[in-house]
């Protein structure tokens, strides 16, 4: 059977997401498709575009990549605009030619809307859509002090959020008496202007700008129709958006009357061959201004494509929970009360700045809508009411009234019916998760693989645990945090026993809290986390046996049952003095030498009697451990930094050396590394690492939980242009934060993406202080600082600490016959098993 | 005929490390000596080396108890092996060489085979 071609023209968030859905089914062997795209770039995540500034590049903010275009064989034209469609003929022209298709689908988006005010041309009036357009942002942007985005809703906002990372003074004027009319009332829209005024972005609402001319202190000068003005550098208009309708308007396609390509429930337009998602389309007279209902179109046409006559787009919830300027906003259905006879229950506390509003039926049985500004940790829990038809209880202020303790409250899972939906990015319903559990599904994690649930924006992530524990629970499953047969806690748990009770041995811990006498699980485990609390050297005569070989000996064990040894070399800097040192000490004991990946050098092949005498001469010589054998803190790599390079905007390796011996020796769940590099040309690599610092005009901007290894993972922005200061206030919360209350060997990654809530939580905690501990973190960090030592120094020079380094205790002259050496490329090495045979 | 067996002192009280292993030279090779003071009897021998790696490290593992039994994991691949059978708990086809071990005034002894060649080829 010959392939049918199908041609998208469109290659944003929705595009994309109907390529994906599409190739997922029995259909995408069926056509042979193309796409077509305006822009140069792949498909994006536009909802995330301000991110850009902060750090982002496209490649973080790409949906896929080329290669997955090219593994589902689809061609990609991008940069190559469609120019007509010929229905006829069933054709689509661009400056390269014409092709063929069977069937279309149009997902050309929107493009925003600019008010007609006389003087709008100016090269400095500019839009807020593409990363083209914020390249044009920040090149007007560059070297001035003012500018305004006209529009005062989500998208303004946002695009008020990217003038401000840029470092303009952003003012945003709104035509209507509110900010986010469309979203909120009068007393929401009120708070979130205080509390934006308050971040440093000036609020003009109700004015109507009625020219634009040239400025006398600025570039331009905006006046409005009450006779004021504003002067200003540069404009941004971000005052909605309309549908990218023009082909088919041109193609005879029907149009609705205010825009937008007409489509059925099928997402087919009047044409049965071409199709319409998204932005671009009418459905029911309306346009649908958010990601998650394309996505559904999205869905629905794919579905369709295949075969399934029941796919329909039946409308969308537009409900929207956003963090805007680091303000949360929250908006669910009929949120203006609308509806014939509801009601509504208010609660507004403005000295803390939460603004709550619920619109409830006549009979006050079930939630038609709500607004929340300042604090969202009511919206999920409102949302599933609202969703679901779920029956109010007798008292639903309770649902918005702030509780004497804990958190908002949540609505238990049980609650939920089958069909509520429990991850809108992905579509997963309380049902499926049920289906996945019941398919074999046993823990958070492969429920979350198999229905990809809470892996789309990750808004859900709580709830989702929520539902997955109580159904496995229901089945009788119990889910075990316990460490091991020894412990019936978590890490976690473990971390508060010690610290709350003072228990500074692993035997007080085990004979109160414990069963047995341990296992080379929670030992280690252990010994890590008395090591956060009290700081007492790894070989104190109670420590020693819970350690692993590499702790116990300081030095890492090789195959052969030698060690090598790793000196600190912070930042990676030093001086041929200490390099001569290495040299010697290597060529001395015959140690196979090799440069690491974290900018040190790596001498293998020590015996473990020959370890302290080695140490000897490089503490004479002024080294230190490097805890490359420890869960602790590895390197601190760096560029050369503003000192030589002629790009670097600070003192990289002088901030990597700082941070190196600030965090040296700390223990933590995992090896922790860090890097900081001199500019945004990221030489140092730091967002392969868990902490990671990108210099920046104005100071630094920090990244947080990624890493390298078996699951490479980039790490994420957590906050911009930072003073020294700040920044080392910032790493030392988010490491204790880390170290307190991470799983045994779980890295920073799995970590944060196993907090509730994620990235946005760890947020709050460490830059909101939301849990009130950021002074402890820092104080109970600034006690490690001051009680550093470095073991090898101590051990070396203490003969009973030494005693642990003969081979055999009772032949001190013995070498270990087992271990045979061979040379490879003029250095030693150990004769592998495949030789001896 | 059971072989020719001699208990030789090994090292002192001293040398051992509570809760862990020190490595000894024997006749019949490496062995490892765990002293766990809370059991009775509280001393362990059993060969040092990984039968996994061929490497001489046991000595050096972790100790502790699974399910009861008082084992040590081995430092390179993490196996459990029992102190008083010798079992690798995680692969039963593999079980390693135990030392009877008993504390004489202030020293240890090991018994071990006397003619190391007799014993390898029995």
Redesign the interface.
């Known amino acids: 059977m010959s392939k049918h071609t199908l041609i998208v023209i469109g290659n944003g968030m929705v595009g994309h997401h109907f390529l994906e859905q599409l190739t997922a089914t029995a259909a995408a062997d069926r056509f042979h498709i193309k796409v077509f795209g305006e822009e140069k770039l792949l498909a994006y995540d536009r909802v995330h575009l301000s991110e850009y500034f902060g750090g982002s590049t496209h490649a973080d903010l790409a949906m896929g990549t080329a290669e997955w275009y090219a593994e589902n064989h689809i061609d990609l034209h991008l940069g190559e605009q469609v120019t007509a469609i010929d229905r006829e003929n069933q054709t689509i022209t661009t400056p390269m030619g014409d092709y063929a298709y069977d069937e279309l689908v149009l997902a050309t988006g929107s493009y925003p809307f600019v008010p007609p005010i006389k003087g709008n041309e100016h090269p400095h009036c500019l839009v807020y859509r593409t990363l083209e357009d914020l390249d044009r942002i920040r090149a007007s942007a560059a070297g001035v002090k003012t500018g305004v985005v006209v529009g005062g809703g989500l998208l303004g906002l946002e695009a008020a959020n990217a003038l401000k990372s840029l470092g303009v003074n952003a003012h945003v004027v709104e035509f209507a008496p509110r900010l986010m009319p469309v979203q909120l009332d009068t007393d929401g829209g009120a708070l979130l202007k205080r509390k934006i005024e308050e971040l440093g972005v000036q609020v003009h609402t109700e004015k109507a700008t009625t020219e634009i001319v040239d400025g006398e202190h600025a570039r331009l000068r905006m006046n409005f129709s009450d006779d004021s003005h504003l002067e200003t550098d540069l404009i941004v208009f971000s005052a909605g958006i309309r549908p990218q309708d023009t082909l088919a308007r041109a193609s005879g396609l029907d149009i609705g009357e205010r825009g937008g390509i007409v489509i059925n429930n099928q997402c087919t337009t009047s044409d049965p061959h071409i199709h319409a998602i998204g932005e671009c389309a009418l459905w029911s007279e309306r346009i649908f201004g958010l990601v998650a209902p394309g996505y559904t179109m999205a869905r629905t046409l794919a579905a369709a494509l295949n075969g399934d006559r029941e796919a329909a787009f039946t409308g969308a919830d537009m409900s929207t929970k956003l963090k805007l300027l680091g303000v949360d906003v929250g908006s669910i259905g009929d949120a203006h009360a609308q509806t014939p006879g509801a009601r509504n229950i208010r609660f507004n506390d403005e000295k803390v700045g939460h603004y709550r509003r619920m619109v409830i039926s006549e009979d006050g049985k079930t939630l038609l809508g709500a607004i929340l500004v300042g604090d969202n940790s009511h919206y999920d829990t409102l949302l599933q009411y609202a969703l679901n038809d779920i029956t109010l209880p007798d008292n639903p202020e309770t649902l918005i009234l702030p509780e004497s303790q804990g958190g908002a409250p949540a609505l238990g899972p049980d609650a939920l019916p089958e069909t509520a939906s429990i991850c809108s990015c992905h579509n997963v319903t309380k049902g499926d998760i049920c289906g996945a559990i019941d398919a074999g599904c046993s823990d958070l994690a492969s429920v979350k693989g198999e229905t990809k649930a809470s892996t789309g924006c990750g808004g859900c992530a709580a709830l989702l645990k929520n539902v997955v524990d109580s159904e496995l629970e229901k089945r009788g499953v119990e889910v075990s945090k316990d460490l091991c047969e020894h412990f019936p806690y978590s890490r976690q748990e473990l971390f508060h026993l010690v610290k709350v009770n003072g228990i500074r041995t692993f035997h007080t811990l085990i004979r109160d809290h414990g069963k047995g006498h341990g296992c080379d699980i929670c030992k280690p485990t252990v010994a890590s986390i008395l090591a956060t609390c009290w700081n007492e050297h790894i070989l104190a005569t109670d420590h020693v046996p819970l350690q692993d070989t590499n702790d116990t000996f300081m030095a890492n064990m090789q195959k052969n049952g030698t060690y090598s040894i790793v000196p600190r070399i912070p930042g990676g800097e030093i001086t041929p003095d200490k390099l001569i040192v290495l040299g010697e000490v290597a060529k001395e004991y015959n140690l196979y030498t090799k440069i690491t990946g974290g900018q040190r050098v790596d001498l293998f092949g020590a015996t473990l009697s020959e370890l302290p005498a080695i140490w000897e001469k490089l503490i004479a010589a002024g080294f230190e451990t490097g805890h490359a054998y420890g869960k602790s803190l590895r390197t601190v790599k760096s560029c050369v930094g503003s000192t030589w390079c002629r790009y670097g905007v600070q003192d990289s390796v002088g901030m990597a050396i700082f941070l190196e011996n600030r965090y040296k020796g700390l223990r933590s769940p995992h090896k922790i590394k860090m890097a900081v590099s001199g500019c945004t040309r990221e030489c140092a690599e730091a967002q392969s690492k868990d902490i990671g610092v990108i210099a920046t005009e104005n100071g630094w901007n920090l990244y947080v939980c990624g890493n390298g290894g078996m699951r490479p993972r980039h790490a994420d922005l957590f906050a911009t242009d930072l003073s020294d200061e700040a920044l080392i206030r910032t790493i030392d919360r988010v490491l204790m934060f880390y170290v307190r209350t991470a799983d045994r060997l779980q890295r920073t990654s799995v970590w944060m993406e196993n907090l509730e809530g994620g990235l946005d939580y760890l947020k709050q905690v460490v830059l909101e202080d939301s849990l009130g501990l950021g002074a402890e973190l820092e104080e109970h960090m600034e006690g490690l600082v001051g009680t550093y030592q470095c073991e090898w120094k101590t051990a070396v020079a203490d003969p009973e600490k030494r005693k642990r380094f003969r081979e055999f205790v009772n032949a001190p002259e013995k070498t270990d016959p087992v271990q045979q050496w061979t040379t490879e490329r003029d250095q030693r090495r150990p004769v592998l098993e495949s030789e001896t045979a | 005929m059971k072989a020719r067996t001699s208990w030789n002192v090994?090292?002192k009280v001293e040398?051992l490390?509570?809760?862990?292993g020190?490595?000894?030279?024997t006749e019949d090779g490496?062995v490892a000596v765990f002293y766990?003071p809370?059991r009775l009897p509280a001393l362990f021998a059993i060969s040092h080396?990984d039968p996994f790696?061929?490497?001489?490290?046991l000595a050096?593992?972790?100790?502790?108890?699974?399910?009861?039994e008082?084992?040590v994991?081995s430092?390179?691949y993490?196996q459990?092996f029992s102190l008083i059978t010798g079992q690798c708990l995680e692969d039963e086809t593999v079980k390693i060489k135990t030392y009877p071990v008993l504390l004489d005034g202030d020293q240890i002894r090991l018994e071990v085979p006397v003619n190391k060649q007799e014993t390898a080829a029995a």
């Not at chain 2, 050096?60 to 009861?68: A, C, L, P």
């Open positions: 090994v090292c040398d490390v509570p809760e862990s020190v490595a000894v030279w490496p766990l809370h080396t790696s061929g490497s001489n490290v050096r593992g972790i100790t502790g108890d699974i399910k009861g008082p084992v994991a430092p390179l993490k459990h």
